[in-house]
């Protein structure tokens, strides 16, 4: 069983700093892409920054020069540092990592539970 756990989530004013933190846990092989999503109220699931297992990154075009993914691959673990955060990056955060695990022949896809974040004054 293969568990992410997100946290780091929380309320911060508008042009604050945030920084989220992703966990995989479970009898892992190895791990590919990792990644962060969210999404808003009333609105489907988007794509926010990827990292691949070499580090190399890309952003959605809203969060570029704002956001830094990372990832500690001893850890298994992957951040989203925010900043300069804004009202419209209100969203429930999601993680992501395709992930092989020791029973598997192939990589799967997995979620992190969600973390809350809310941008307000």
């Known amino acids: 069983q293969v568990q992410l756990l997100e946290s780091g989530g929380g309320l911060v004013q508008p042009g604050g700093s945030l920084r989220l933190s992703c966990a995989a846990s479970g009898s892992i092989v190895s791990i590919s892409a990792m990644a962060w999503y969210r999404q808003a109220p009333g609105k489907g699931r988007t794509l926010v920054a990827t990292?691949?297992?070499?580090?190399?990154?890309n952003y959605a075009d809203s969060v570029k020069g704002r956001f830094t993914i990372s990832r500690d691959n001893a850890k298994n673990t992957v951040y989203l540092q925010m900043g300069s955060l804004k009202p419209e990056d209100t969203a429930v955060y999601y993680c992501?990592?395709?992930?092989?695990?020791?029973?598997?022949?192939?990589?799967?896809?997995?979620w992190g539970q969600g973390t809350q974040v809310t941008v307000s004054s």
């Open positions: 992501y990592a395709n992930i092989l695990h020791s029973r598997d022949s192939y990589n799967k896809n997995y």
């Open positions: 990292i691949s297992v070499g580090g190399s990154t």
